[in-house]
């Protein structure tokens, strides 16, 4: 397989990484967190001006890292779909630069396909068909992997992605930003059966839900209107109760749906991908409800669940060793479907 240097600039964590034969040869990021703090979420001119700052500088460290030179570069690849277009365009206009000058190929990556392939990272063995349950600050999806670049999109949030919800919710109980590492913090203390909230599911035309798409906007209200329940009554909020009783719900909501898109589908493997995918209630309910199914659940490391360059090299890699090379007037796109893989080639 090719070694390949990625970087990765979709939202607001810079990454560069080189990745050879699923095995990681370096992988730097330098996040953001604390630049965007104050003002409770990404901003994206911000975003885009720490890209622009730190890109440099980390693909410095990930050559010194790797103790690779550019002749030893097969290709170089970016983040290119979907994200921040300004924040996109930094990690691009970089990744075309360094192809031209090295007379290296270049290839855009899908930032989901990225996430997928995280799970090659530490089960290089790990082959399609399987399960992908991506769950991260703005995807929510369920999806069939059935080859590189062959994907089927089977279920997805209809409103807020589950990151997105851990970080409103935990805005509402002013525990800061990012909401998902706090609030899983502080549930460790809490009831997670304390307060009985709605699972959020999706009705279809004649009666009945959808078995897997997912929706968070209602849980979120219901948690609204708790809180504004107990502040009627003067009493301190149950902080550690409310992140437990939230982060339950939604782990549960999670699990069900992956473990019954997996059984029906004759999948045994379900790969998790996204920040989400760091959470600890997800990462307990959805091993013990596979284990209760006989179906093989594998999560990343922790460093390959959030944004990071060496999942995009790692799918890179594969592209570039079926002959898959993107053009160099290829643009970035906000939105982008992860069925449309291919049209990156």
Partial sequence: ?????????????????????????????????????????VVPEVASRQHLETLNPLIDRALEEAGLGWPNIDAIAATCAPGLVGALLVGLTAAKSLAIVHNKPFLGVHHLEGHIYASYLSEPDLHPPFLCLL???????????????????????????????????????????PGGPVIDRLAKDGDPQAFPLPEGRISLPGGGFHPYDSSFSGLKTAVL??????????AELPLADLAASFQDTVARGLTKRAIAC????GLDTIAVGGGVAANSRLRHLL????AEHNLRVLFP?????????????????????????????????????????????
Avoid: W
Wanted: aromatic residues 4%.
């Fill in 301 to 345: 490391p922790m460093k390959y669940c959030t944004d990071n360059a060496a999942m995009i090299a790692c799918a890179a890699a594969e592209h570039f060793d079926r002959r898959h090379v993107s053009p160099l007037t290829l643009g970035a796109h906000s939105r982008m479907a992860i069925g449309d893989v291919m049209e990156l080639y």
């Fill in 225 to 234: 209107r708790l809180v504004d329940k107990l502040n009627q009554n003067g």
């Fill in 262 to 265: 997996a059984r029906d589908c």
């Fill in 287 to 290: 091993q013990e409800a596979a």
């Fill in 135 to 177: 769950v991260s600050g703005g995807h929510t999806s369920l999806i069939r992997v059935l080859d590189c670049g062959q994907y089927e999109t089977l279920g997805r949030t209809r409103d807020d992605a589950a990151g997105e919800a851990f970080d409103k919710v935990a805005r509402l109980l002013n525990l800061g930003y």
């Fill in 1 to 41: 397989m090719a070694t390949v240097l990625a970087i990765e600039t979709s939202c607001d964590e810079t990454g560069a990484a080189i990745v050879k034969n699923r095995n990681v040869c370096s992988n730097v990021v330098a996040s953001q967190i604390a630049v965007h703090r104050p003002y409770g979420g």
